[in-house]
């Protein structure tokens, strides 16, 4: 009977044993579960930071670009010029600034030039002709009348010298000698504000010519009678 109890309580013991084992499996399966979901946890926290940041940035750059009225990878001018940025050259954006370095403070817009990148502020910063544009003649040429409208094509250089395609065949042109859509339906119109001028004195003169005959007329009739 004492073996009989000895193996029972042996046999105890082993389960005893046993369920221990279980349980500290069971525990540290438990920590390994809460430290992967904590991991996963900080992880999409980390992610939804990073990508309220970018938004954040983002969001700044464009309002910034915006505010300046130009695009990401647009061409643009300088207004002013110096030895690195010639009068003429065309850059492109690139980006804005995050905060002040140098004469560049946090807004300012990033133009990547020949000679290098510079923040620039965007109420100096005019876009220029890019690829695809429409454009217009701003001289009345016989080629290329008034109202013709051509098309980009390429950059010839960093001076504003573009390749430009009319039905009348290609043409180089620097960017101060070609209009945009809206620039060339000012013209128009005040082409057309002229010539109705003009078609109005014209007019007042005809008539101030005819006024002045009927006049004469009637003081050589008077003269005569």
Avoid at 4 to 22: D, F, G, N, S, T
Avoid at 110 to 131: D, E, I, Q, R, Y
Avoid at 175 to 203: D, G, P
């Amino acid at each position: 009977r004492e073996r009989q109890a000895a193996a029972e309580r042996e046999r105890q013991a082993a389960e005893a044993r046993e369920l221990q084992a279980v349980e500290a499996r069971a525990a540290a399966a438990r920590e390994v579960i809460a430290k992967e979901r904590a991991a996963a946890e900080e992880k999409q926290r980390r992610e939804r930071a990073a990508a309220a940041a970018a938004e954040a940035e983002d969001q700044r750059q464009r309002t910034a670009l915006g505010m300046a009225g130009v695009s990401m990878n647009g061409h643009v001018l300088w207004s002013f010029f110096n030895d690195d940025i010639p009068a003429g050259t065309v850059g492109v954006v690139t980006g804005v600034t995050s905060r002040s370095q140098g004469w560049s403070e946090e807004g300012d817009i990033v133009v990547k030039f020949p000679k290098g990148s510079w923040g620039l502020k965007g109420s100096s910063l005019t876009n220029a002709l890019a690829v695809g544009t429409t454009v217009y003649s701003r001289t009345n040429y016989s080629d290329i009348p008034h109202g013709t409208a051509g098309k980009v094509e390429s950059f010839i250089d960093d001076k504003g010298t573009v390749n430009c395609s009319f039905p009348s065949g290609y043409y180089q042109f620097n960017h101060n000698e070609l209009l945009t859509i809206e620039q060339e339906r000012a013209r128009a119109a005040e082409a057309r504000k002229r010539q109705a001028e003009a078609e109005q004195e014209l007019a007042e003169a005809r008539e101030q010519q005819a006024a002045a005959e009927r006049e004469w007329q009637a003081q050589w009739q008077g003269g005569h009678c």
